[in-house]
């Protein structure tokens, strides 16, 4: 999708001075439209913040936004859970727990104003609907004690052809040929497999994240 098509000549050297701040595919998509129009602007600063973020999709920098870390050796990459995205699983868990257990004690209170002897009040009924949706979105939010359970020990290791992974909900450890990890556009997502096990997934809008995904799995099958 070509971004300035709609702005003047103008508007695109005005947006080319603050390019820095531009999103990647922003960036690229700024660059292509100045070389449509064959303005006679320096865009080598422009150029350079591009090549550094292949630069960083390519040595795998942004993979930790997917909740991964890495280490790389000769044919050899390892990857595994962040100590971070553990850590926000786990605070979304309890948090959620508490959020769900409030929702319910004022799911109840709610029925007794209606139902038995809690008197009614209308700041009683809005605080009681108000700790009820907290209780709702803290249910939502417990969605992440799968995640937490299938990557707390997460690891997926690929020395030249082969590949092993540890999973949560998958019995043991599994081995693999490198050809068995595939991309798959799954619903809006692109999901990383190996085999039928789910590795990662970033959204397929964020061009960062989709090329970072393509790029591990590039150097996986670079390294047999």
């Not at 490198?178 to 990383?192: A, C, M, Q, T």
Request: charged content about 20%; overall charge negative.
């Amino acid at each position: 999708m070509n971004l300035y098509k709609n702005h003047t000549d103008r508007e695109v050297v005005a947006v080319l001075d603050q390019s820095a701040k531009l999103t990647y595919d922003a960036q690229l998509n700024l660059l292509q439209e100045l070389k449509i129009r064959k303005l006679h602007v320096a865009t080598n600063g422009l150029e350079n913040h591009i090549q550094e973020k292949e630069e960083a999709i390519h040595s795998l920098a942004y993979l930790k936004d997917l909740g991964f870390a890495h280490d790389a050796y000769e044919h050899s990459i390892k990857i595994v859970r962040s100590t971070w995205a553990i850590f926000m699983d786990v605070v979304s868990v309890v948090i959620g727990t508490i959020l769900f257990l409030a929702g319910l004690i004022y799911f109840w209170m709610l029925m007794a104003m209606f139902f038995g002897d809690n008197a009614f009040t209308p700041t009683k009924l809005f605080t009681y609907c108000l700790m009820i949706t907290a209780g709702l979105i803290g249910f939502k939010m417990l969605s992440g004690t799968h995640r937490l359970l299938d990557y707390f020990s997460f690891s997926l290791v690929q020395s030249g052809a082969s590949v092993t992974i540890d999973k949560g909900g998958v019995k043991g450890t599994q081995k693999m040929h490198v050809s068995d990890l595939k991309i798959v556009p799954e619903e809006g997502d692109l999901v990383l497999y190996a085999g039928a096990i789910e590795v990662m997934r970033c959204t397929e809008d964020n061009l960062v994240h989709k090329r970072t995904l393509e790029s591990l799995l590039q150097k996986m099958i670079e390294n047999q």
